[in-house]
């Protein structure tokens, strides 16, 4: 008796048997957030090797500036709007698999 785990050795499809976008969306729709301050943050697609970057948007749809955040880590949320401050929350996955928390200050340039 055996027991097998997924595709059976021969019956794993290769790289060529999918079929692959000649482009990428420019957001990732699945990370979109919006702060408590109605700053709508986007998080880009960007090029493998290169530090991810959070378009930050206001409530009018002005872009206000970005943040770069290094590669495996996701805005997750913010401290609620009652809090003195702006604190943004970002989880980051390190090379053992293992996930962080990780609390920023949002530092704002005088709009």
């Known amino acids: 008796m055996q027991v097998a785990r997924g595709m059976t050795r021969g ?5 060529d048997d999918f079929a692959w976008p000649e482009t990428l969306p420019v957001f990732r729709s699945e990370a979109t957030l919006v702060s408590p301050h109605y ?5 880009r697609m960007m090029p493998a090797g290169v530090l991810g970057r959070i378009e930050v948007f206001d ?6 500036g970005f943040i770069e955040i ?32 990780e609390r920023y200050q949002v530092l704002r340039n005088d709009r």
Do not use: C, K, N
Not at 59 to 64: T, W
Not at 73 to 86: L, N
């Open 39 to 43: 700053e709508v943050w986007i998080h």
């Open 11 to 15: 019956t794993m499809p290769s790289v």
């Open 70 to 101: 290094p590669a495996r880590s996701t805005v997750i949320g913010f401290s609620p709007s009652g809090e003195p401050g702006s604190i943004v929350y970002v989880t980051r996955t390190d090379d053992m698999g293992l996930v962080w928390l």
């Open 59 to 64: 409530d009018q749809g002005v872009r206000l």
